[in-house]
């Protein structure tokens, strides 16, 4: 089995402040809709910038980056797993537990509310940086959509006014991070030779990570 997740990571984007009575006005069709605007390329008039590719025995990374005039830098990345289902590489990304024992940046994570109703969930994190930044506490919004042939999970900030700001850690409240997973076709190899884009070696070891954590998790899930 084959499986392609194709990430936006951190992306800027505006949500509404105030409070939430209802909870489906959380994360919304309105949301969905913006990732696969994204997914399909209409973010604008610029070309996506390959940033590099990487492979090991049973996985395929390639990143890309897009620079608009007027926004800060999108981030988009499609990475294929060999031997992993869907849905096991979607609860992999929705397991917090599990994140905390192999996300070095991730220090802290609560579920604060959750909405049986339609799935949708709201989740404190605190991350860690380097030593010349503060650490940073997201209040994130997130829900899943599974039309039959992937599953579209959203992830954004959101106020939450029930849980005040603190001088320390420092707050984001603007982003959007979300991804699309799905069958894929087929185990495609990026070209041999050097990489044609920047990589460093804190990239490698990330996507190593990720992938030996990955490796781990799926070990530990019961078969089916």
């Known amino acids: 089995m084959l499986s392609e997740l194709i990430l936006f990571p951190f992306l800027p984007y505006i949500f509404s402040s105030g409070n939430f009575g209802i909870e489906h006005e959380i994360v919304t069709e309105k949301d969905l809709d913006h990732l696969i605007q994204l997914l399909d390329g209409k973010i604008g008039d610029a070309a996506w910038q390959h940033q590099m590719d990487r492979t090991t025995s049973n996985m395929l990374y390639q990143a890309w980056r897009y620079e608009p005039e007027d926004s800060p830098i999108v981030y988009k990345s499609?990475?294929?797993?060999?031997?992993?289902?869907?849905?096991?590489?979607?609860?992999?990304?929705?397991?917090?537990?599990?994140r905390l024992k192999w996300d070095a940046m991730l220090a802290y994570s609560k579920i604060l509310e959750e909405f049986p109703e339609?799935?949708?969930?709201?989740?404190?994190?605190?991350?860690?940086?380097?030593?010349?930044?503060?650490?940073r506490e997201y209040i994130i919004g997130r829900r899943i959509w599974d039309d039959g042939k992937a599953f579209y999970c959203i992830t954004k900030g959101v106020p939450y006014p029930s849980l005040p700001e603190r001088e320390r850690p420092r707050r984001v409240g603007l982003y959007f991070s979300s991804w699309r997973i799905k069958d894929a076709a087929g185990f495609i190899q990026p070209n041999q030779g050097p990489f044609q884009a920047l990589l460093s070696s804190r990239n490698v070891q990330e996507i190593a990570g990720h992938d030996a954590a990955m490796s781990d998790w799926l070990a530990n899930q019961p078969s089916t």
């Open 118 to 135: 339609n799935g949708t969930m709201i989740v404190q994190w605190i991350k860690k940086f380097p030593f010349f930044c503060s650490d």
């Open 78 to 98: 499609r990475t294929v797993f060999e031997d992993a289902t869907p849905e096991l590489v979607k609860d992999f990304f929705w397991d917090d537990e599990f």
